[in-house]
């Protein structure tokens, strides 16, 4: 890496313009990634979220399809709390938050994801359903798109390292280095796999075997100034609609958790979903 690019680096993580705004999110997010630890190969039930599902409700829309959100790496899907309000301010009867599972593969828990969907789509008597994804969760959405494209209408990434990220690389760097090899081995032993964290590698295969089909509307919408996808334009990628927030919306100094809460990428996320966005604004 030469001088010129280190320094942006540099500048991308330590910006105080965006870290001071979102320290607390941040502190939040550690809590809750120490919460993650508990039963690693735990898998939830989704029978309370079907049982919220009601097809006989008079506000349902048969037509409209339902919205899953996907938590990233170590994420809390209450997150999505403020984003859930926009959709439904948006009329977006149908949207809700599943787990993610942090010490399981992109392709687990997409195979999760979509027995949740088959199960949804067949509650609500519709064919196909929207999902969006966060960080690790973009990836995880866009897999679940790509093989059962029959399915999914919509699929969005907010702040998601297509890539690869140089913080996984970074962070495996540090956990091998106070650990060691037979350390990390132990660890994935006892259940607490880092194969998610592998797949966030730079130029990681399984990022790199992403390849969007045409059945599918996919949205990457991201911020230059994301301390954890580095570089930032890692969230480009091909066959998708990509929405430099930046760029698009003048916003400036969003950083990777703010990517949820701020509240015109929230709008433009509810207008993708409604179709009442113009997606010719966003083309390069």
């Known amino acids: 890496m030469d001088l010129e690019t280190s320094l942006d680096r540099i500048k991308q993580i330590f910006d105080p313009i965006t870290l001071i705004p979102e ?14 630890l508990k039963d690693p190969q735990y898998i939830k039930s989704h029978d309370l979220l079907l049982e919220k599902i009601d097809a006989n409700d008079p506000e349902h829309d048969s037509r409209q399809n339902p919205v899953l959100l996907v938590p990233g790496y170590f994420e809390n899907p209450k997150i999505y709390y403020n984003l859930l309000d926009n959709l439904r301010e948006h009329e977006i009867k149908h949207a809700y938050w599943v787990e993610g599972y942090p010490f399981k593969s992109i392709k687990e828990n997409s195979d999760i994801l979509s027995g949740i969907i088959d199960d949804i789509l067949n509650k609500l008597k519709i064919e196909k359903c929207s999902l969006i994804g ?19 209408n919509k699929c969005i990434a907010l702040g998601s390292p297509f890539n690869g990220t140089e913080a996984a690389d970074k962070a495996y760097e540090i956990l091998n280095k106070f650990l060691g090899e037979s350390g990390i081995k132990s ?10 964290l592998r797949e966030m590698f730079s130029g990681n295969d399984i990022l790199k075997g992403l390849k969007l089909n045409e059945d599918v509307d996919y949205y990457s919408i991201f911020s230059e100034n994301d301390y954890i996808v580095l570089p930032w334009h ?28 701020k509240k015109r990428i929230r709008e433009v996320v509810s207008e993708i979903l409604d179709n009442s966005i113009d997606k010719e604004r966003f083309i390069n």
């Open 23 to 36: 320290s607390p999110l941040i502190l939040k997010f550690l809590l809750n990634s120490i919460k993650g």
């Open 234 to 261: 890692s969230s480009v990628i091909n066959g998708a609609n990509n929405i430099n927030v930046n760029k698009h919306l003048g916003l400036n100094n969003i950083g990777h958790i703010r990517m949820v809460y």
């Open 187 to 196: 660890l994935e032993d006892r259940g607490y796999s880092l194969a998610p």
């Open 134 to 152: 966060h960080s690790l969760g973009g990836p995880i959405v866009f897999k679940t798109a790509m093989e059962f494209p029959d399915k999914i």
